[in-house]
């Protein structure tokens, strides 16, 4: 049994990770607790809110009785917002309060488009575009290329929360770029568990959500590998994936 602890703002799309415990199939477990999101708002001040080391922390105790062996902050705006420095900051004080290894969706993100040997990425985000911007800006800090992006205008998660598949779709293929290597959707509002394989193949290459992300980022924390193609790419490299050479207990900024 390997569980991995997940701290989630609000409510929106939180119900992909039983599903993707399902797409598993084995002894995974993604124990939730929701935080209070505060003001529910793609604005980069209700973003770093968000992200305020009390509203993450009010789940520690909770997930640590539910067994996790690692916690991941199911927020990707609610680090990147931070900026790289800053996701780093909070992902090691949320490791420093837990006693276990710790991380972020969007720390996540970048170890997951290294983990597939790319370079150049697009991004497909619900965000409006300054949102958008941020996240294009986090990932340059960590040398990650964006090529390409496209921003669908949502005002808050429960709004994105709210899209349909076909909407996400078709918002993907406005973000997709022949240089890119990878596609990114990051928002954990968006409910994309059931079809990111469809999204594939639809592209012709890797697409990395970021639920799919957040479970991967706890697994890797866990020393745990899947092979469970139905969730991508991500989930069907068969070479062990190793956590970084950080002490257990703490995500290390890079």
Do not use: N
């Not at 012709?204 to 139905?230: F, H, I, S």
């Amino acid at each position: 049994m390997t569980t991995v602890g997940l701290l989630y703002p609000g409510h929106a799309a939180e119900d992909d990770f039983p599903r993707i415990e399902i797409l598993l199939d084995t002894d995974i477990r993604l124990p939730l607790f929701s935080t209070d999101p505060g003001e529910d708002a793609y604005r980069p001040d209700a973003l770093r809110e968000r992200g305020a080391p009390g509203r993450i922390a009010e789940g520690v105790e909770e997930l640590r009785l539910a067994g996790a062996e690692a916690l991941v902050w199911a927020s990707t705006g609610g680090s990147f917002g931070l900026g790289w420095e800053g996701a780093h900051e909070q992902a090691a004080a949320l490791a420093r309060t837990a006693g276990l290894p710790a991380s972020s969706t969007s720390v996540g993100f970048v170890h997951a488009v290294r983990e597939l040997g790319a370079g150049r990425v697009a991004v497909a985000a619900p965000y409006p575009e300054d949102v958008t911007g941020l996240f294009a800006r986090f990932l340059a800090s960590a040398g990650v290329e964006v090529v390409a992006a496209a921003s669908g205008g949502a005002a808050s998660s429960a709004e994105a929360g709210s899209w349909e598949p076909e909407r996400v779709k078709r918002l993907v293929l406005e973000a997709d770029d022949p240089d890119a290597e990878v596609v990114l959707i990051p928002d954990t509002s968006l409910h994309t568990a059931a079809y990111v394989p469809e999204l594939e193949e639809a592209l012709g290459k890797p697409v990395l959500t970021a639920c799919q992300v957040t479970v991967w980022e706890g697994l890797r924390l866990a020393d745990r590998r899947m092979w469970a193609p139905r969730l991508g790419t991500l989930f069907a490299t068969r070479e062990p994936v190793r956590g970084s050479q950080e002490p257990k207990g703490i995500e290390v900024r890079e």
